[in-house]
């Protein structure tokens, strides 16, 4: 961590303030996970519940709008939007209508419902690949993903960008936790590095080099990296990994899980990008599981009738018994028609530019050397002045102690904070004054600390 303005031992008194009155402020939440923990490891459902805040949990009761509250009765505005799955706000009407319709006529039946070919339909003239599949995470739909650049190609590797999050599954993990930025993830299959060719983001001789071996069936990459900070493309990047993807035979699949909330049709809509397989997932399903890849004609046709390049024919391993399920294709139709609307983009693309240009003013009335970014409905900061190109530039410019405080802070101000790696977005649901209220909070720590 560079310098940037921010004395270390005033944080650390800081955060134990602010610790000490979480834990007074949070008793029945923390009575709960002492519970919890009888019969989960860690007292939650999911462990990476307690290691993406410092502080401990809150056991949630409920959520409107962009608001929801703990079991100790105290109210969040919500910043995180569930790491970008609740996009389309905590209880969007329509999604809630939808998906008591739905269950109230059941929803699982191993069969499709017409709902299915309504989101299909929709998300192809979003992002205008014409053949869709559903799966129920996006995890799920990146590894399907994956298996059909293998089959198309008959290549098995894949490359990626060190700091791209494309889910769980062992081989995507070892951009994010194994890459030598920080400690690998444990339990991973160690021959998940060798099916693996990781360089840097906006490398474009790197990219070179690794196509070039043509051993690749595909680059998966976010269009701009969102889970370290963000790190966008330098100009011409993009165009640089298309050309090479196909001078080299090598499929390239764009994960637009988190960067849907960008506009209609993602980044890829707005930058008139060109892959052959768009990956969405999280808000796609407002909220409720659903993950989906959409693909070429050319590739459809792979899909279809089994042939890959290696000759060998046969059924391409996908699928799970409830991915493509009603309640979630009705979910997803609800979402993308009447709340994923080009209003609520153009709403929510104007929020995120006042809270950026609030957190710019804050760091300039504190001489503070802060980098703002912009990424339509989300924005964040760099602590030491530089727009990180790469997540390595991200990792060094990171400051753990500080994004702790942070978090801590802004949760006993009644602001639920982004988990660190990403930065405060907002929903369909927030409003101006939400906005202004994320940024007096902001405010309160800037003043407390300079
Ligand atoms: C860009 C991106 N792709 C895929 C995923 C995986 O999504 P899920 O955990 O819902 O499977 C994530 C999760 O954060 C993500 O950020």
Redesign the pocket.
């Known amino acids: 961590m560079r310098d940037c303005g921010i004395d270390p031992a005033r944080v650390t008194a800081l955060k134990a303030r602010e610790d000490a009155r979480f834990a007074r402020e949070h008793q029945r939440c923390r009575a709960l996970l002492e519970r919890a923990r009888g019969s989960m490891p860690n007292g939650v459902p999911m462990s990476w519940m307690v290691s993406y805040n410092d502080h401990p949990p809150v056991f949630v009761v409920e959520g409107h709008g962009a608001r929801f509250s703990c079991a100790d009765g105290h109210a969040f505005l919500d910043t995180n939007i569930g790491?970008?799955?609740t996009f389309c706000g905590l209880d969007p009407e329509p999604v809630v209508r939808a998906v008591a319709a739905r269950a109230a006529a059941g929803w699982q039946f191993l069969q499709p419902t017409e709902d299915a070919a309504e989101v299909a339909e929709e998300l192809a003239r979003r992002w205008g690949r014409p053949y869709w599949q559903f799966t129920l995470?996006?995890?799920?739909?990146?590894v399907e993903a994956v298996r059909l650049a293998r089959h198309a190609t008959g290549r098995d590797k894949v490359l990626l960008f060190a700091g791209?999050?494309?889910?769980?599954a062992d081989e995507?993990l070892v951009s994010y936790g194994g890459g030598g930025l920080r400690e690998p993830y444990l339990g991973l299959a160690s021959r998940s590095y060798g099916d693996v060719g990781l360089i840097d983001f906006n490398d474009v001789a790197a990219l070179e080099r690794a196509l070039a071996t043509r051993e690749f069936a595909c680059v998966v990459s976010?269009p701009a990296l969102?889970?370290v900070g963000v790190v966008l493309p330098d100009p011409g990047f993009h165009d640089a990994l298309r050309a090479l993807t196909r001078e080299h035979g090598s499929l390239l699949v764009l994960?637009?899980?988190?960067?849907l909330i960008c506009g209609p049709g993602g980044l890829t809509g707005r930058w008139a990008l060109d892959p052959d397989v768009v990956?969405a997932?999280?808000a796609i399903g407002g909220g409720v599981?659903l993950?989906a890849y959409g693909m070429t004609e050319e590739l459809a046709e792979v899909f279809v009738s089994g042939r890959g390049r290696d000759g060998r024919e046969g059924e391409l391993a996908t699928g799970g018994t409830l991915f493509g399920n009603g309640l979630s294709m009705a979910a997803a139709r609800a979402a993308l028609t009447e709340v994923l609307t080009d209003e609520t983009y153009a709403r929510t693309a104007a929020l995120g530019a006042r809270l950026a240009d609030g957190i710019e003013g804050l760091a300039r009335g504190a001489e503070l050397p802060w980098a703002v970014h912009r990424l339509y409905a989300r924005s964040g900061w760099s602590l030491c002045g530089r727009l990180p190109r790469n997540a390595r530039e991200a990792d060094e410019d990171a400051w753990p102690e500080f994004s702790a405080l942070q978090q801590v802070y802004l949760a006993n101000c009644g602001v639920w904070e982004a988990i660190s790696s990403a930065g405060p977005a907002v929903s369909a649901a927030a409003t101006a004054a939400d906005v202004d209220e994320y940024l007096a909070a902001l405010g309160g720590l800037v003043t407390e600390l300079v």
């Open positions: 790491d970008k799955s995470s996006a995890t799920q739909a990146n791209n999050y494309a889910g769980h995507l976010e969102t889970n994960d637009e899980t988190h960067t990956v997932g999280k599981p993950g």
